[in-house]
């Protein structure tokens, strides 16, 4: 609980800025983890899915468990825009789109299963849990789900 605590304080008080290169920095993170241990991420992991399948291989390589917690926004995953909408980049300031979804709209859902599709074959294959969860919905919800599923394996 005092872990779980901590965890949640140092998020709370967490800034956003800038891209990061996921893949890099849990390549760079292996070598200075000097226990197995449990890694647990909490992202949407976008990036070059074999970059990022293949630093999660290297934390699995090196006997880590890795639990990934891929956060969506629910919109993300039905791409449900009506009508021309205005997209903010998070990690870059500045950087706006406005598009029709109307026009997007099945690429962008072709483009999002063909990435979920070969994400979720990579964890599965490397033994990496990958936990899809949606900002809709309490995250204490979704822990005691994984975790009962967990416990059941």
Same mark, same amino acid.
């Given at each position: 609980? /005092? +872990?779980?605590?901590?965890?949640? *304080?140092?998020?709370?008080?967490?800034?956003? %800025? %800038?891209?990061?290169?996921?893949?890099?920095?849990? @390549?760079?993170?292996?070598?200075?983890?000097?226990?197995?241990?449990?890694?647990?991420?909490? /992202?949407?992991?976008? %990036?070059? #899915?074999?970059?990022?399948?293949?630093?999660?291989? +290297?934390?699995?390589?090196?006997? +880590?468990?890795? #639990? #990934?917690?891929?956060?969506? *926004?629910?919109?993300?995953?039905?791409?449900?825009?009506?009508?021309?909408?205005?997209?903010?980049? &998070?990690?870059?300031? %500045?950087?706006?789109?406005?598009?029709?979804?109307? +026009?997007?709209?099945?690429?962008? &859902?072709?483009?999002?299963?063909?990435?979920?599709?070969?994400?979720?074959?990579?964890? @599965?294959?490397? /033994?990496?849990? &990958?936990?899809?969860?949606?900002?809709?919905?309490? =995250? !204490?919800? !979704?822990? !005691?789900? =994984?975790?009962? &599923?967990?416990?059941?394996?």
């Amino acid at each position: 609980t /005092s +872990h779980l605590k901590v965890l949640v *304080d140092q998020l709370a008080e967490t800034k956003t %800025g %800038g891209e990061t290169e996921l893949a890099k920095v849990f @390549h760079d993170l292996v070598p200075r983890l000097h226990r197995r241990g449990m890694i647990v991420i909490l /992202s949407d992991l976008f %990036g070059d #899915v074999q970059a990022l399948l293949s630093s999660l291989a +290297h934390m699995r390589f090196a006997r +880590h468990e890795i #639990v #990934v917690f891929q956060i969506w *926004d629910p919109t993300e995953l039905d791409f449900s825009f009506k009508q021309w909408t205005r997209f903010d980049c &998070l990690e870059v300031d %500045g950087k706006k789109y406005l598009v029709d979804p109307n +026009h997007l709209r099945a690429a962008y &859902l072709d483009n999002l299963e063909k990435y979920r599709a070969e994400l979720k074959q990579g964890c @599965h294959r490397h /033994s990496i849990d &990958l936990v899809p969860i949606t900002t809709d919905r309490p =995250y !204490a919800e !979704a822990l !005691a789900e =994984y975790l009962t &599923l967990r416990m059941r394996r």
